[in-house]
Every structure is written in structure tokens, then in C-alpha cells.
Nanobody, 123 residues
């Protein structure tokens, strides 16, 4: 059984920054890709970013490229999402997930999810 717990969300002004964290249980953390999704009320859950088990490879949805950075610290069983130049369109609940690197961008492929953390960007 794997548990994922997100933290770091909050209220920020347009142009501001937040750093989300996702703490994972399990001794095989580094064997899995990790990712971030987000979901606004009434909207589909949207892929945001993914990182390989080693942390060497990443990819992002086009709307956050150049603004968001995903990283991981396998010694701490933690994955991060650094969000800069935030926009009101980034407002959503952000979810951490575990999966396979090349398919983690489709939500139904992933086996574990966190409870989510709210990010609100004011205009």
C-alpha cells in the first residue's frame, strides 16, 4: 500500500510562486515515475508534469512549460512542483500521482493518488 500526501498549496497573487510537495510512503519510491495533475470545479483532471524514477527526465503540459519545474528527492521520498509566474488559470486542486513514465499523463493509467492541495491565484 502506497500513501501520497500533498502540501504547499495556498493563495497567491498573479505572478507569484508556490512550491508543492508530495511525500510518499514505500521503500521502492525511486522505481516509479511521479506526476502532478490539477482539477478545477466542473473540469476534467488535467495532466501537469511528470518525472522519471531517477529524476533525469521530465515533461510538461504546454501551458506550464517555462513556468513550472518538477523535481524529486528520492532520499526523502518526496516529489516537488515549483510553480512560478502563476496565473489565475492555474487555480485548481493539485494532485500527486504514481505511474509509468510514458503513460502517467493519462489519469486512468495511474495506481496511486494523493488527496490534493488547493492552489488559488488571484487576479
Amino acid at each position: 500500500q502506497v500513501q501520497l500526501v500533498e502540501s504547499g498549496g495556498g493563495l497567491v497573487q498573479t505572478g507569484g510562486s508556490l512550491r508543492l510537495s508530495c511525500a510518499a510512503s514505500g521503500r521502492t519510491f525511486s522505481s516509479y515515475a511521479m506526476g502532478w495533475f490539477r482539477q478545477a470545479p466542473g473540469k476534467e483532471r488535467e495532466f501537469v508534469a511528470a518525472i522519471s524514477g531517477s529524476g533525469v527526465s521530465t515533461y510538461y503540459v504546454n501551458s506550464v512549460k517555462g513556468r513550472f519545474t518538477i523535481s524529486r528527492d528520492n532520499a526523502k521520498n518526496t516529489v516537488y512542483l515549483q510553480m512560478n509566474s502563476l496565473k489565475p488559470e492555474d487555480t485548481a486542486v493539485y494532485y500527486c500521482t504514481r505511474g509509468s513514465y510514458f503513460s502517467i499523463n493519462k489519469a486512468t493509467n495511474n495506481d496511486y493518488w494523493g488527496q490534493g492541495t488547493q492552489v488559488t491565484v488571484s487576479s
